[in-house]
């Protein structure tokens, strides 16, 4: 093993403000919990983060797309073969429907294996004159409203723990063990196809993908990617006592290392500059991306790339932007503008779930999938004019038929909302909207090819 023990590095954050950490009631109980976390082998190591920042590199010069996707919050009932299988199986469908299509590979990062903390925007929640805390995913507390599910309990971190770790096995199982052959993924593309009302639109685009690999076998290659694949695990680091217990020294190099996931990012609601997670993750080695909200200025972003990334290293950095489709084309043109000008080479990643979300008239939480591929498409739009690299897509998803986003080619009424309405937090799209959305934005990239080599420089306006 090449890890050691936490390094101090993992504790600076603690002298300055840390948003959205629960209010632990007994705070021996959490110590005794994180001091035995820091005995716990590492659920991912060094050399794979290291990996995954050469991928994303590929993507900030404009060589390679990621696709990040996975639920809102995970559960820890939700950690089961088939519901992981299929996740991965997502995954994998529309990043070969996406390969082709970009002409790049695609890195594939699951919001997947750590994805059990959430940030919320009240401390409490109050239904029939009850009022409770907030749940704040299963890594905190329980979903159920009642006083004992909603009390935090540090046990659960270990839970946390446990469940990442059995998340991690089965992907890495499902990565490397014939369930990822490109051919076997382009099959089930093809039952998508002809089985959905919409397939029709999609039938070109598969049988151009089975065109080429019919060739390529024909030519006698068979090379080890067709039948493996990389799958990286990313979560928001957002409950620092368990990442710090989980930062390790990597003794290859000497340097700290987040060894509770592969990839990790700051969240809109704790990116604050002078505050806890960005010094953290400004300490250890992990590529790392910030969400960036409409909110967003220059100068902010400018300071983050300053924080977190001062030696502006290809793949260290990404920015994942959710703007909501009204806002991406005014606010998103001048970040990417400043950001190129000032030298730096981070990734661009679209988020276009966060800033679209309504509520329908049944009180469900949701977003519409015209509005999610709306804002995808403002991002193409905004990076072909620029002619900057549209690197990638973070989406909420699930492998399973729930009914939490509306719209989609098979559509989702709002209606329909409450007949598999499962999400412990945000409205996931489900499988057939995912594989949609997957060949709607592989029709846009068909419109704007990317260009290799494209300009760094702005374009005038
Ligand atoms: C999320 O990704 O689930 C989330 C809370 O996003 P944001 O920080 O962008 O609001
Ligand atoms: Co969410």
């Keep these: 093993m090449n890890v050691d023990q936490t390094p101090a590095a993992a504790d600076s954050w603690r002298r300055l ?19 035995e976390i820091e005995s716990y082998p590492p659920l991912v190591f060094a050399g794979e983060c290291d990996e995954l920042r050469d991928q994303l590199a590929a993507v900030a010069r404009g060589e390679a797309f990621v696709l990040q996707g996975g639920d809102c919050a995970e559960t820890f009932d939700g950690v089961t073969a088939d519901q992981v299988r299929d996740k991965i199986k997502t995954l994998l469908q529309m990043s070969a429907v996406l390969t082709y299509a970009t002409g790049v590979p695609v890195v594939k990062v699951g919001r997947i294996a750590g994805q059990y903390s959430k940030p919320r925007s009240q401390p409490t929640e109050i239904r029939d004159g009850v009022e409770l805390p907030t749940y704040r995913g299963d890594s905190v507390n329980g979903l159920a409203f009642t006083p004992e599910a909603r009390r935090p309990d540090p046990e659960r971190l270990k839970r946390m723990y446990h469940s990442s770790s059995a998340t991690l096995n089965l992907i890495r199982a499902f990565a490397t063990g014939g369930y990822a052959d490109l051919r076997q ?37 068979d090379p080890k990617q067709f039948h493996s ?49 960005v010094e953290y993750a400004s300490k250890v080695r992990n590529p790392i991306a910030v969400k960036l909200g409409p909110t967003t200025t220059p100068d902010d972003v400018l300071a983050l790339i300053d924080r977190l990334d001062p030696d502006r290293e290809p793949g260290r950095l990404s920015f994942i932007t959710r703007m ?101 937090c945000d409205p996931r799209l489900n499988r057939f909207q995912s594989l949609d959305l997957a060949f709607q934005v592989a029709e846009l990239y068909r419109e704007r090819p990317l260009t290799s080599g494209f300009a760094r420089q702005p374009v005038a306006a």
């Design 324 to 424: 909501g489709k009204d806002r991406i084309l005014d606010v998103l043109p001048e970040l990417v503008e400043k950001v190129t000008a000032a030298g730096a080479q981070v990734a661009w990643i679209c988020d276009p779930m966060h800033g679209n979300t309504f509520s329908a008239p049944s009180g469900h939480k949701t977003r519409h999938f015209d509005d999610v591929l709306a804002e995808v498409r403002g991002f193409f739009d905004v990076h072909h004019a620029l002619g900057t690299h549209p690197g990638g897509i973070h989406i909420e998803l699930t492998g399973d038929n729930v009914t939490e986003c509306v719209g989609g080619g098979d559509e989702v009424l709002v209606g329909d909302l409450h007949r598999r309405y499962e999400t412990a």
């Design 17 to 35: 403000p840390a948003a959205q950490q629960p209010a632990w009631p007994d705070p021996d109980a959490l110590r005794a919990v994180t001091d």
């Design 229 to 277: 694949s990389a799958i990286f695990a990313s979560h928001e680091a957002l409950l620092l006592d368990y990442e710090a217990a989980l930062t390790r020294t990597d003794l290859r190099t000497g340097s700290p290392y987040a060894v509770s996931g592969h990839l990790l990012w700051i969240g809109e609601r704790t990116r604050q500059l002078d505050g806890a997670h």
């Design 185 to 221: 993924v382009h099959e089930w593309n093809r039952d998508f196809v002809a089985g959905s009302p919409i397939g029709e639109r999609y039938e070109r685009l598969a049988r151009d993908i089975d065109d080429a690999l019919s060739f390529l076998e024909a030519c006698g290659a």
